[in-house]
């Protein structure tokens, strides 16, 4: 199961090699990192995705991650409502004549072109990781040239999801 896990450390030189090492020894593959500053000058968010079959090494990575001396809090947000984000920038292959039909498809992704050539178009696109495979997918019958991914970016909405009545009758 993939977990999301957010971590908020002092932004030093190391952290990222220190915290990224410790889930290389625990054999942790991460899908999916980013890092970059929070609103507190001095501090940055570290958002990983692993896959996790084992609900207790989940529960053991996030005690050895608090430990850690540059770290300040580890969140597995998982299970709670959350904001995931992405962007991507796709290369695709685009004669004139096929620019019209491309568009049309990737309208409704919300993409935007950020770079166009004789035959080559640059599509940026933001959204769930989902999306983001979606609209790939998509765009591979034209001819994919160049990809890259930032990796997901998440955060615990505002405003959680109550329990559901009908799930709390059935417990």
């Keep these: 199961m993939k977990r999301v896990i957010t971590v908020t450390v002092i932004n030093q030189s190391g952290v990222l090699n220190r915290v990224t090492g410790l889930l290389m020894k625990r054999q942790f593959n ?21 896959n996790v079959e ?11 991650l608090q430990k850690q001396i540059d770290v300040i809090k580890v969140n597995d947000i998982t299970d709670k409502s959350i904001v995931l984000r992405e962007l991507a920038l796709v290369k695709v ?29 640059t599509y940026q696109v933001t959204g769930d990781p ?7 997918a998509l765009l591979k019958p034209y001819g994919i040239k160049e990809l890259t991914r930032t990796g997901t970016a ?8 109550a ?3 009908l799930l709390s009758i059935l417990k």
Excluded: C, Y
């Excluded at 989902?130 to 790939?136: C, E, G, L, S, T």
């Excluded at 998440?154 to 999801?161: G, I, L, N, T």
């Design 93 to 121: 292959t685009s004669p004139p004549h096929a620019r019209g039909e491309i568009n049309s498809l990737v309208e409704p992704f919300r993409a935007t072109v950020v770079d166009s050539g004789k035959s080559i178009v």
């Design 163 to 165: 329990p559901s009545p």
């Design 130 to 136: 989902d999306k983001i495979d979606a609209f790939i």
């Design 54 to 64: 084992d609900e207790q090494k989940i529960e053991q990575l996030v005690k050895q």
């Design 30 to 50: 991460i899908e999916s990192i980013t890092v970059g500053h929070t609103e507190q000058s001095g501090m940055s968010k570290m958002t990983f995705i692993v």
């Design 154 to 161: 998440a955060f615990v909405r505002e405003v959680q999801k």
